[in-house]
């Protein structure tokens, strides 16, 4: 098992379905595409942000309901529609001068595997497929759209020092 190095870590991304959502896709009659947010979540990712790390979304589908989130979060950046996300990843990370070793990922398919490999610390959730749980150095207790999230994140900021300062704070 890899030494976790939360010290390097610069920017949290994200998997929309079945991370920041419960994995069920909504469909009306009218096939209105409708999703579910964790405000818990929302807030975990708000506070790493506020404490100085980037947040980002990466999703393979496409999602009006996903991109109005990201926007509500203050996300850095939202990439949706995208099968190979490691290589579109790839620019956004040479644009704010950082590598894999200052990168956590978060996400729970097969499209996920590659950068939870690469990532310095990746998690997924315990509802995720045997062949990809074991590609994270995580599992959650909580499961997407339910609190996983906000675990990692609060994991995260706690382990890089953040999350005490903060509350110390207040």
Known sequence: MKKLNFNDIKILVFDV???????????SESGAETKAFFAHDGAGMKLAKKLGLKIGMISARTSNAASIRAKELGA???????KDKYNALKPLLKEYNIGVKNLFYMGDDIVDIELLKLAAVSATV????????ICADIVTVKTGGCGAVREVCDIILQEKGLLTNFLNKL
């Open 76 to 82: 850095d950046f939202y990439i949706e529609g995208c």
């Open 17 to 27: 379905d079945g991370i920041l959502t419960d994995g069920k896709i909504y469909l």
């Open 126 to 133: 315990p509802n995720a497929p045997e062949y990809v749980r």
